[in-house]
């Protein structure tokens, strides 16, 4: 009787111990799924949504001069039914709530090592964190450039989508323009000892990173981010992982990517002459307007940045033609 009785209760704290473990292994998974949850959606104030074309600009500081926010006008005059994403801890809102007619625009608010934890790229995010927390680490040095590249790369391979730098006029809609990035032909520019042909683009050296548009999870983006803190690190510098380290990964994913010329991609046919003044009749406004995909004014990001008589430049005058506004105003 005793035996068959202990016998009973072993079963029975047996069986207890078996569910307690499976309600224990449950509850871990549940919280396992919070977290990984928690760090998807975390990170960013604004999580890109699912059914809508993405385009992201990054800005760092709180002021932003007139001329960046006209040329934001124009990204939305072309792009109303796409989510714009302004990455940026310290710009207000309410700056931006007079294009916002679509509903699509948000100053995305982040943390970067939420967003970027257990992904690619955590590696310069774990050491750039903690310098710009004050830490010495080798003596490296981090820079808003140095985290506006890593960002750009670091959203459109997590999400999709268009990155562009602020300092773009747009003069059409870009949506369609898949896995795309442009590159300086004839060896205009020259940043590597290889040359590539393309359909679009001839003998380029070069490839500019201040407009591309990739699919979510493109392996050339994963690659970028993966080699990005090294570069970082054995490079530093103004743009350690720009352009020069981009151009190191074309072997691999070549036949990946589309190459558009940038003498129309960002419109530097008109490089030398775009502050110049020139007559309403010239033949640039229109063939500007016409062929380019945005007009880059190379502001890099200058809180300062002003063009002279600015209504009277080339710039001026293809603004004046597509928006619906007057640069004076
Ligand atoms: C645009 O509208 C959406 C939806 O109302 C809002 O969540 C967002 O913050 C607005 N953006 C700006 C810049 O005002
Ligand atoms: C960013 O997230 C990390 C990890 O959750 C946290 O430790 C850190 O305090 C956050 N940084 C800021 C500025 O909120
Ligand atoms: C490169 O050559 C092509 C063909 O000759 C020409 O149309 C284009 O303007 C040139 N581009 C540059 C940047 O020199």
Redesign the pocket.
Known sequence: MKSSNNKCICVILFLFFVVELFILKMQKQIEQNKINIKLNSAGLSHVPSEDKFHIFLVWKGQHIPNIYLKAFETLVKFHQNAEIMILSNELETKIFSGYNNSKNIFIVKYNLTQMVYQQPGYDFVEKAVKILNGQNINNLVVTPVHISDFLRYFLVYSYGGLYLDFDMFVLRNLESYKNTIGV???K?HVCSKKVYDSPKA??FTCLCNCMFSFDRHHPFLEHALTIYEKWWSECQGYGPGGGTMLFTLLEYYYDKINFM???YWIC??YIRVRNNELDDSSPAIQDAINNCFVFHFYGSGDPNFKIENIEKTLLGRVYNRISYYSLNK
């Open positions: 300086d032909q004839n205009s001839k003998q010329p940038n003498e530097n046919k």
